[in-house]
């Protein structure tokens, strides 16, 4: 049975969903039909989902035949802290792609993701209001119960990226490592599938038609989803759990429309640029790239 040669590790919203929609058209590659599988990262406290067993990772992979480029995409495989080193002890011979973004879009763009996914996920109705709510967030408080993942609410902590690429640079070797940044994807995005193809040994003159993947959505009805959160638990157990989690998913759908993200309040952002400087620094040491256009 075929086993993953290559992962897609994160980070949240910078562009992950449309690189693997575009590694899933290359007849050379093969990518596990769901995204963020989860199966590394045994110290993420995901809260709706029971760990996969070995064989059930091995299934998602179990169709890809002869390819030898099969792999998977979850975005919380970068944070978290335990999840390079398992991969290493799955196969110390996988390729790693990691995909980063300036940490202030990164951070407003992660929350209104949250917020677009319903109360559940993130309660707090202003950007700011999740940023000072971290500190208690951090201590276990102030979390929604229903929310899938905490660790997703500390944003601050989703955009140190300098620490987490060296996590994976201490456990693989730079040749197995590819770093994007989604400015690459959009200043020139064949270049970007190029590089990656080649990353992975495969046939990189291939082209699909590159379009625009997962853009950004915003709640058609606050109301509706205010209603939804506010159904009692007792209600919504009397709905099987598989089928409550695809209602869930579809009523969210219904409920959001494309639209572009609402700027972020220039005083916050340059708050924000101030605090994450050090980090932007960091992290163009790290990869060894010019990252001096994130501090404008």
């Known amino acids: 049975m075929s086993r993953a040669s290559f992962l897609i ?9 449309a690189m693997t929609r575009y590694l899933e058209a290359h007849p050379e590659v093969f990518v596990a039909a769901r995204k963020d599988l989860h199966y590394f990262g045994t110290d993420l406290n995901f809260t709706r989902r029971a760990r996969w067993s070995e064989a059930e990772y091995a299934a998602n992979f179990e169709d890809a035949g002869a390819i030898a480029a099969v792999g998977e995409a979850s975005v919380w495989y970068l944070y978290s802290t335990q999840a390079a080193e398992e991969i290493a002890s799955y196969n110390p011979d996988m390729r790693i792609i990691i995909m980063l973004r300036q940490p202030v879009d990164m951070m407003h763009a992660l929350y209104t993701q949250l917020r677009l996914n319903g109360l559940g996920d993130e309660d707090l109705t202003t ?5 000072d709510a971290e500190p208690d967030r951090v201590a276990g408080r102030r979390i929604p119960v229903d929310t899938p993942l905490p660790e997703a ?10 620490e987490q690429v060296r996590r994976y640079q201490a456990v693989f070797p730079p040749e197995q490592i590819l770093v994007l940044l989604q400015d690459d994807l959009k200043a020139d995005t064949p270049a970007a599938y190029r590089r990656t193809l080649m990353f992975l040994g495969v046939d990189a003159d291939f082209q699909p038609a590159l379009e625009r993947v997962n853009a ?9 989803r205010k209603l939804i959160a506010l159904t009692p638990s007792s209600a919504k157990d009397l709905i099987p759990t598989r089928l409550r989690r695809g ?12 639209a572009p993200r609402a700027p972020l309040d220039p005083v916050l952002r ?7 400087t050090p980090e932007i620094e960091a992290l163009s040491a790290t ?5 001096s256009g994130w501090l404008g």
Request: positive net charge.
């Open 127 to 131: 950007f700011q209001a999740a940023l």
């Open 9 to 17: 590790v994160g980070a949240p919203k910078c562009g992950t969903t």
């Open 247 to 258: 209602v869930r998913k579809q009523v969210a759908k219904l409920n959001s429309r494309h």
């Open 153 to 162: 609410l500390l944003y601050r902590h989703v955009a140190r990226f300098s």
């Open 287 to 291: 990869i060894d790239r010019d990252l």
């Open 270 to 276: 340059a708050r924000l640029l101030a605090e994450m």
């Open 216 to 224: 950004n959505k915003v709640v058609r009805s606050e109301g509706l």
